[in-house]
């Protein structure tokens, strides 16, 4: 059997798949590297935003203890009960 020494038109196909599939791969690790930073830094948000939500609940708690709501009328609004005179020590 005589073997041409033509243009080896297989080869050049198989090249340029190969290359097609190099290309995909490589631009879905660069998508998922982005789409990972993005996750880290959400999470990074949601961890702050949870630290603030926390604090939120406590000091909504706070308000609502009676002995705290009257500790605030007394000490920063000044306030005092009936037949009661108001002490404030001086600077």
């Not at 702050?48 to 500790?71: G, M, P, S, Y």
């Not at 000490?75 to 020590?89: H, I, N, Q, T, V």
């Amino acid at each position: 059997m005589k073997k041409k020494k033509g243009f080896n038109w297989f080869a050049l196909f198989m090249l340029v798949v190969l290359a097609y599939f190099g290309t995909v791969l490589v631009s879905q690790q660069v998508h998922l590297s982005h789409v990972s930073e993005s996750q880290r830094l959400a999470d990074k948000r949601l961890n702050a935003a949870q630290t603030v939500n926390d604090k939120l609940k406590k000091e909504r708690d706070e308000l609502n203890d009676l002995n705290n709501i009257e500790k605030i009328a007394r000490e920063d609004l000044g306030l005092a009960k009936k037949d009661e005179l108001p002490y404030r020590a001086s600077k």
